[in-house]
């Protein structure tokens, strides 16, 4: 089991930048990525970055790709989202994820463990 422990989220105006946290625990030996989701009202929970915990790899979507960085402490079992020129469509729930084995990091069924979420609230 690993358990993650996200932190960072809050209001902030647009253009402006917020760095999210996700601590993990337990088994984190077995890590092969973790990864960041975002789920707005009503919507689906949607893939934004990701990154293998061996090598750093990273993944990004479309709409993150060049706006968010997203990076990991080995030493500190943390990756961390770093979110720049925030716009009010990036208003959502983040979810930091984590999975074991090769997987498809982009791909949300992939990722056996889950945060509760922290609010991201961009206003215009």
């Known amino acids: 089991q690993v358990q993650l422990v996200e932190s960072g989220g809050g209001l902030v105006q647009a253009g402006g930048s917020l760095r999210l946290s996700c601590a993990a625990s337990?088994?984190?030996?077995?890590?092969?990525?973790m990864g960041w989701f975002q789920q707005a009202p009503g919507k689906e929970r949607d893939f934004v970055a990701a990154?293998?915990?061996?090598?750093?790899?990273?993944y990004y979507s479309t709409s993150a790709k060049g706006r968010f960085t997203i990076s990991r402490d080995k030493a500190k079992n943390t990756v961390y989202l770093q979110m720049n020129s925030l716009k009010a469509e990036d208003t959502a729930v983040y979810y930091c994820?984590?999975?074991?084995?090769?997987?498809?990091?982009?791909?949300?069924?992939?990722?056996?463990?889950w945060g509760q979420g922290t609010q991201v609230t961009v206003s215009t």
């Open positions: 994820a984590a999975a074991g084995g090769p997987v498809s990091l982009w791909l949300r069924h992939k990722y056996g463990f």
């Open positions: 337990g088994r984190t030996s077995s890590l092969y990525g």
């Open positions: 990154i293998s915990w061996a090598g750093g790899t990273e």
